[in-house]
């Protein structure tokens, strides 16, 4: 008997233990989750994920995609009752713009965001600025008349270029080039009516490489026929230009061109000659020519490294 009472005490007191376990721990999660929970439900989530209403502060907080212990939080002073996101990152209340929560300075009756254009009356504004969380102004731009340099252009680089009616821009930079005729062909070569450019993303090589965004005045505009062969080489007339060599433009002219074969980002074949990053390899044979693994590359005579 006295074996089965201390059984039951034991149990009792081991269910106690349990339980009081149990309550801390409850306390533990309610504890972190008032102090540590910054963000409670979205503003609107139809329009943005990044945009909420504090766990327990009556007031506005931007978190991108509500991971605010990873990608940040910041506390707006929208007002509460008016603030409403109109794109993931922006919001209004009834006197401010907001942008990644924070007020910016602009003018709030002639605000708008429209096709990755942002301006008000009186500027155009760039968001990838010095500051992460302010608005740019980009020099000397026409808020009347800036728009996408061409629409009709299919893939992601419609929308770096725009223009006004006095300039050309490239990722919201004023650059050299006439906006009636200005033209990307590819991700290295644009033309204009008088001139073939440079386009320059990065500058360097391995961890030296910096992102300059660079449109540079090259050459001459040449006479013939403009023909992209891939995202680097363009064919005009009789002469194929490039823009990612070190000396960042090469042509090479021809009496005529009779083939031209594309091989991929880095080479090309005209007439019978292999051109790797701008340089001719009239020397490899292009019938054989093989690339293998680790920047060798082998024809019917020789084995090649980059």
Do not use: C
Not at 249 to 277: M, P, R
């Amino acid at each position: 008997m006295v074996s089965f009472t201390n059984s039951i005490f034991r149990i009792y007191t081991s269910m106690k233990v349990l339980y009081i376990i149990l309550a801390l721990i409850i306390l533990a999660i309610l504890a972190i989750r008032y102090f540590l929970f910054k963000i409670g439900k979205p503003v609107n989530l139809k329009v943005s994920n990044s945009y909420f209403h504090h766990y327990r502060k009556k007031l506005i907080v931007y978190s991108p995609m509500g991971n605010w212990f990873e990608l940040g939080y910041f506390e707006s002073v929208a007002d509460v009752t008016t603030f409403e996101p109109v794109s993931e990152d922006f919001g209004k209340d009834k006197n401010s713009v907001f942008w990644k929560g924070k007020k910016q300075l602009v003018d709030y009756d002639t605000f708008e965001v429209d096709d990755f254009i942002i301006k008000d009356k009186d500027h155009v504004y760039n968001l990838n600025g010095q500051k992460f969380d302010e608005l740019e102004i980009i020099d000397n731009a026409d808020p009347k008349t800036y728009q996408l340099l061409n629409s009709s252009i299919e893939n992601y680089q419609r929308n770096n270029w725009f223009k006004d009616a006095n300039a050309v821009y490239y990722k919201n930079k004023k650059i050299e080039g006439d906006p009636e005729t200005f033209k990307p062909l590819n991700d290295a070569i644009a033309v204009d009516a008088n001139f073939i450019y440079a386009i320059i993303t990065y500058r360097g090589e391995g961890n030296e490489m910096l992102e300059v965004n660079q449109v540079i005045q090259k050459h001459k505009r040449i006479d013939g026929e403009i023909k992209p062969i891939n995202e680097t080489y363009v064919q005009i007339g009789n002469s194929v230009v490039s823009a990612f060599t070190k000396s960042e433009f090469e042509l090479h002219t021809f009496d005529s061109i009779a083939t031209v074969k594309n091989i991929d980002y880095w080479k090309i074949i005209v007439n019978n000659i292999l051109i790797n990053k701008g340089v001719q390899y009239p020397e490899i044979d292009v019938e054989s020519f093989e690339d293998l693994d680790h920047n060798f590359s082998k024809d019917k005579d020789s084995i090649y490294f980059d």
